[in-house]
């Protein structure tokens, strides 16, 4: 069972400004754990888009942008384009004894 | 190019097993600790389990712990998977991950190879 909360679904008209929350708790974000994002676009692998809260991998562009705070991290989409329509993951590290890595629950945002 | 290409998915009847290989390329795999990670159809990603570099250390999600064995072979280049006693929650993608550090993030992933566990 996942241990982060993102909302099912978000959605935003071509342009817009999407925003994607992550919650965690004491054990993992809270704890001081980097939190990591993948983007799966349908039928394809998990690609990576950002790394420890905030950085990109070469090759993503900088429309993508991540933060953390306290229990909670958040992953930004400026400028949404047909192409970002696909499901998104946080992934942090859980210091109790349930597994090492935690995924989120997963997000489909949907261009409108 | 890094490259991580699995095989050995398949049906098979509860109660049996099933060995997932991982064949990797395009960098040194003794350098890397190594994950599984699956999903089942329609959901979300979970993490299943992870290898340090030399595999002295493993680590498991509790729901496949005594059941599931991580292994790897450096001088093949290769990751596996033996999953015993398969339940029906385990049908699912399986893919092989590349840590960038042991608590980190997976900056390359197979393609995956699909697990179904049924009847």
């Known amino acids: 069972q996942s241990v982060l909360t993102q909302p099912p679904s978000v959605s935003g008209a071509p342009g817009q400004r999407v925003t994607i929350s992550c919650t965690g708790s004491?054990?993992?974000?809270?704890?001081?754990?980097?939190v990591h994002w993948y983007q799966q676009l349908p039928g394809t692998a998990p690609k990576l888009l950002i790394y420890?809260?905030?950085n990109r991998p070469s090759g993503v562009p900088d429309r993508f942008s991540g933060s953390k705070s306290g229990t909670s991290a958040s992953l930004a989409i400026t400028g949404l384009q047909a192409e970002d329509e696909a499901d998104y993951y946080c992934q942090s590290y859980d210091s109790s004894l349930s597994g090492l890595y935690v995924f989120g629950t997963g997000t489909k945002v949907t261009v409108l | 190019e890094v490259q991580l290409v699995e095989s050995g998915g398949g049906l098979v009847q509860p109660g049996g097993s099933l060995r997932l290989s991982c064949a990797a390329s395009g960098f040194t795999f003794s350098s890397y600790w190594m994950s599984w990670v699956r999903q089942a159809p329609g959901k979300g990603l979970e993490w299943v389990a992870n290898i340090k570099q030399d595999g002295s250390e493993k680590y498991y999600v509790d729901s496949v712990k005594g059941r599931f064995t991580i292994s790897r072979d450096n001088a093949k280049n290769s990751l596996y998977l033996q999953m015993n006693s398969l339940r029906a929650e385990d049908t699912a993608v399986y893919y092989c991950a590349r840590d960038h550090y042991h608590g980190g993030y997976s900056a390359y992933w197979g393609q995956g190879t699909l697990v179904t566990v049924s009847s």
């Open positions: 004491s054990s993992n974000i809270g704890a001081g754990y980097d």
């Open positions: 420890g809260n905030s």
